[in-house]
């Protein structure tokens, strides 16, 4: 790539003449360098959208893509909505475009306001939230006290401030306006020292725990000094018991960190001092909770009994089968250790179920499973809350009142173990460790936050090119030399400080009646709180045991008023409740209503499964790379499949059939696996899921449908072709009328495929 020197001479006359000379071309470098990626970002998002992939932002820019379109925003300006926005402190730029254009007089340009355009009509839009408290990455609070600005400017809007808190006494909000009372706030920010306590607040209070020092001569990490802090923090809390804190429970104190690696550390050092502790909001993937892997587990390998592979680990994993009588039994099937065979039965009889009773629900499914497989016993002698299983209970009455199938429920299953979970582990006297941002709208008697004096993002970005975001901008920063890229005043340091005020406004405000601050000396603390406040904890008096007693908090009894009513008539009411649209599948259009893992004449049971493997195996294939990619993956099919021998010979047979040379050479873009909800009428509306969607470089839409239905005995092949075309063809043309109707797209062929013609029927 293009290197652009960096002037590192110690004279500065020389340097200053450098970065003179070579400004210009880091200026046009990084403008072009914008371009490109705003083109690339661009190009992205339509691709996106091309096929059918959208997130929640894309579904914000294309609300806003809509109001450039006049006739568009002229409907939508004619409804004369009324907007009140609640949290406005965590609305996304675009997202206030969106509220402020569609409450604006018709006629008035996109874009105009704030500017030399009209703001929203009067009692039109109102706006309610706390710039202080925008502590999410996406949120706009510079575009958030632009509006404010613009309203009280144009004198067409009034502001209205409420600085008083009705959570914190008065100890809490003294402390919190003498902490950022030598902060250097920038332009765009308001002040966070002029919080009030209520008239009837209490007095509370505010204190520091003094952490030892570091031996002279022993100088430890970073890291070293906040397991300091940690470890003193637990010693002091072990050593006071809950009535010299003034508290009846621990779960009346909350210790809040910014980062989740913090309160890791925190738990451990808990942990060692026995103090009792619930981790909020971890940060961990699904796949990391054993309450739900194991469920999903034992349901997917019911699913899919050929899959060899996640079966051996169930065994393994959730019966404790020996790795040693794995391996025996798979070299000689007949050597089967008694504690296998106990599982293997288990699981026989699970499977019996889902093919043999006709009217078991999934949430029945998984009870059997639960006991069955002693699954509650295994979690709590593997160290494990047993109680969350009412979490899988509870996706098992979801999906039954939704009605999905077994294989499509464990497929959403599946798809969740690689996202976030959010297990709360039920306790009614632990401290509980929550991380800032998820303690934004909760509260706690005494609160402590940790790592004051800590730099809260290490390290920062230092390789260049860098992309410089904000809410508002984009900046390429090329290098060094780029102007504004200065160690102390550079804007992103500007920035990152305002957000580490919020953050630590947020932090403090959560306290109720008792803030306790560890104080612990930092041998750097830029970019920690304390660097973006100039205020050191060691100026707050050290915390002095027994804390005053904290009052049961006093319970409001509301009493129910009972409104007249001319009618008690609900015949309308439950008449309609009745009415409820008819769901229909269009597999269930299908003449014959075969269930697809049933259309095979084979009598191992195992071959019932292998329409379902086809399906998978199918929407995975690899339609844009290369003919010698495309080989790997057919030669990638597991040799100890049940139905091993007809999986390759259909699969090779496919790769080289005509049909998949004239899908590959017609084809712009594939999407398999199309899922659609769609209203028929008033009454009836459909859900289902095409198998294949092709987008032909001449712009003609292709559906197909994979059938893996075998011959009977003595039929031929135009018989064979003519009873699925007879069978399946409704189902297809609902898939038309979907695609034609819903999204006003052509459909310009229906094709069937079948595997064991190798051809389309």
Known sequence: GLVIPEAKSDAQV????????????????????????????????????????????????????LLNNALVLDSLRSRNHSVILDEAQDTTASMFEILIEITRARGEAVGSWPGTGSGPLPGRFTMVGDPRQSIYEKAAPEYYR???EAFLKNDSGELLRFLRTKRCDVAIVETVN??????????????????????????????????????????????????????????????????SLGIRSWSQVAIIAPRHDWLSICADQLSRSAIPFVYRNRRINWNAVPVFTWPVAVLYTLANPWDTFERLGVLREIFGVPDTALAAWRQNPREIAPELAAATEVLNGLEAVVRDDKSITLARLVERIINDCRLESRLHAAGY????????????????????????????????????????????????LITSHSAKGLEWDIVIPIG???????????????????????RVVWNAESAGTGPADSQECLLLRAANRRLLYVTLTRARHGLLIPAIAYNDSKDSFSDATNFNVEQISECLIPLP???????YVFEQLELPMDSVDFSLAARRSREAPELVRPHTLAKDDEVPERQFIEEDPASFHYGRWWHLWVERFPWCAP???????????????????????ETTEFLSSPELGEIISAGAWFRSEVSFSYPVSDRQWMEGVIDLVIGTKSNELWVIDWKTNQKLPGETDDQFSQSLRGKYLPQLESYRNVLEQGFSRKVNRLLIYSTVLARFV
């Open 549 to 555: 007693s904290i009052a049961r908090t006093e319970q």
């Open 146 to 148: 632009g509006l404010n």
């Open 627 to 649: 003919a010698n990619e495309q080989k790997q993956y057919v030669d990638g099919i597991e040799q100890d499949l049940p139905f091993a021998e007809r999986a390759i010979q």
């Open 178 to 243: 003498r902490v950022f009372s030598n902060a250097l706030i920038g332009d765009a920010e308001f002040r966070y020292d002029d919080l009030e306590a209520d008239d009837d607040a209490k007095p509370g209070y505010a204190g520091s725990i003094k952490i030892a020092s570091v031996d002279s001569g022993a100088k430890l990490k970073v890291e070293g000094i906040f397991v300091r802090e940690c470890a003193g923090l637990s010693e002091w809390l072990r050593k006071q018991d809950k009535q």
């Open 452 to 474: 004051f004096g800590r730099r809260i993002f290490a390290g920062g970005r230092t390789a260049y090119p860098q992309l410089a975001e904000t809410a508002s901008t984009h």
């Open 14 to 65: 020389l340097t200053e003449a450098f970065r003179a000379a070579i400004g210009p071309i880091v200026k046009w470098l990084e403008e072009a360098s914008l371009g490109v990626a705003s083109e690339i970002a661009g190009k992205f998002q339509d691709n996106c959208i091309r096929h059918g992939f959208i997130t929640f932002d894309g579904q914000i820019a294309l609300c806003r893509r």
């Open 385 to 432: 809350d047993r109680s969350d299983l009412c979490h899988m209970r509870h996706r098992g009455y979801q999906a039954d009142i939704e009605k999905v199938s077994l294989n499509a429920w464990v497929e959403e299953l599946v798809t969740l173990l690689d996202q976030s979970a959010d297990v709360q582990t039920a306790s009614a006297d632990a401290v509980e």
